[in-house]
């Protein structure tokens, strides 16, 4: 039998469990001493298929001037209204469970939710998340955009293990299902 490819969430967060503040600003996350890219290029490299939110994806085309940063991966971006793919991105508007089981299931490395909040809820919820690597950062923003989202759902996780980057911690998880 084959191997399902796994679903990884690796994000950041402040101490207090906010991915953003109210008005989507990751300033507080650049204040942080890191170590390196932090495991990102390390973790970059395990994935081939990226999927995010909509409201991610134009958070990331504005603040990177329309340079799409994930050219080399396979990108989709779901959304409730339809919208013309582009050549980096294919934009879907299906059943997230369906698509995303679907697409574990194809030949492939690990595929990595991005974000945002609404679409992390409903993966939370339908519980497709295989992995969370989690990197805190010392900073407490007091109100803004929660990784996890208050809701109708539970997840048990086991500890893989941790690692710091100077001033960051990083929390990989394994989902039990």
């Not at 991105?89 to 469970?97: A, K, P, Q, R, S």
């Not at 369906?98 to 339908?126: D, H, M, P, Y």
Request: charged residues 25%.
């Amino acid at each position: 039998m084959k191997t399902k490819r796994k679903i990884v969430l690796f994000i950041a967060q402040s101490l207090d469990g906010y991915i953003a503040t109210k008005d989507d600003s990751l300033d507080w996350l650049f204040n942080v001493e890191g170590e390196g890219d932090n495991g990102y290029s390390e973790f970059f490299d395990t994935v081939d298929t990226i999927l995010m939110g909509k409201r991610t994806y134009d958070w990331i085309m504005k603040h990177e001037n329309g340079n799409f940063p994930y050219e080399n991966k396979q990108c989709y971006v779901f959304s409730r209204s339809a919208i013309q793919d582009t050549p980096f991105v294919t934009f879907i508007n299906e059943d997230i469970n369906r698509f995303t089981n679907n697409l574990k299931n194809e030949a492939g490395k690990k595929i990595w939710i991005v974000g945002g909040g609404e679409l992390l809820f409903s993966f939370f919820k339908e519980k497709l998340v295989d992995e969370i690597i989690l990197t805190v950062a010392p900073q407490i923003i007091g109100e803004g955009i929660p990784l996890f989202k208050a809701g109708d759902y539970e997840l048990n996780l086991s500890l893989k293990g941790t690692r710091t980057f100077n001033q960051f911690v990083e929390l990989h998880y394994e989902v039990n299902h």
